[in-house]
């Protein structure tokens, strides 16, 4: 069995080139936090641009497209509401029978005879 060492090669380069790269970072380490933050605050600035201003902006536009209420459809919600209104409120006079509760039993039937 031949064993490749050309991957092996390969391999041990790029660990070579992640190993200076890792030590230029440490070596300037203030530079890299400075570059990292300043890349982090233009990220946050694209981000709050895109879901706070541009927002505002599409929601002014949406206020300024005033939809007109069509009044018959309007009646008619309003009426079905009314409706079930009453029909609730209904409910709260009629009294039903509660099927757990034991009947009460009187004198006359429990009397010795």
């Known amino acids: ?60 536009e949406f206020i300024k497209k005033q939809s007109l209420l069509k009044e018959d459809i309007y009646n008619d919600v309003l009426r079905s509401w009314q409706e079930q209104q009453l029909r609730f409120n209904e409910t709260d006079l009629q009294e039903y029978n509660d099927p757990f509760k034991k009947p009460i039993q009187t004198q006359e039937k429990n009397a010795p005879k």
């Open 1 to 60: 069995m031949k064993i490749n060492f050309n991957i092996i090669k390969k391999i041990s380069k790029k660990e070579k080139t992640i190993k200076r790269i890792s030590v230029v970072i440490a070596q300037h380490f203030l530079l890299t936090n400075l570059f990292l933050f300043i890349i982090s605050i233009l990220l946050g600035g694209i981000l709050f641009y895109q879901y706070a201003i541009l927002a505002q902006e599409a929601e002014q």
